[in-house]
């Protein structure tokens, strides 16, 4: 988005794609970057992720559009 207002402090939510209904990661707010130029978003949790592919969305509200990334693969 060109809007500031729909890039800092927006909430991400974090899927891992599955047959059926993907399951739901975690969740995380979306953040300016200070080093390098851009929004960024960051999610951990313990323990190591399982391979699969994995995509952020987040959810339309009433000034900004909603979102979906790209599935991306995580190989172990």
Known sequence: SSRKAC???RKV???RVRPGDDQKIGSTKSFRGI???GYFW???EPGAA???KYYAKVKPTKKCQGDRSEA???ER
Request: aromatic fraction near 6%.
């Open 42 to 44: 960051t999610h951990s």
């Open 50 to 52: 399982p391979a699969g």
């Open 35 to 37: 080093s390098e130029p």
């Open 72 to 74: 991306i693969p995580l």
């Open 7 to 9: 890039k800092d402090d």
């Open 13 to 15: 939510l974090i899927f």
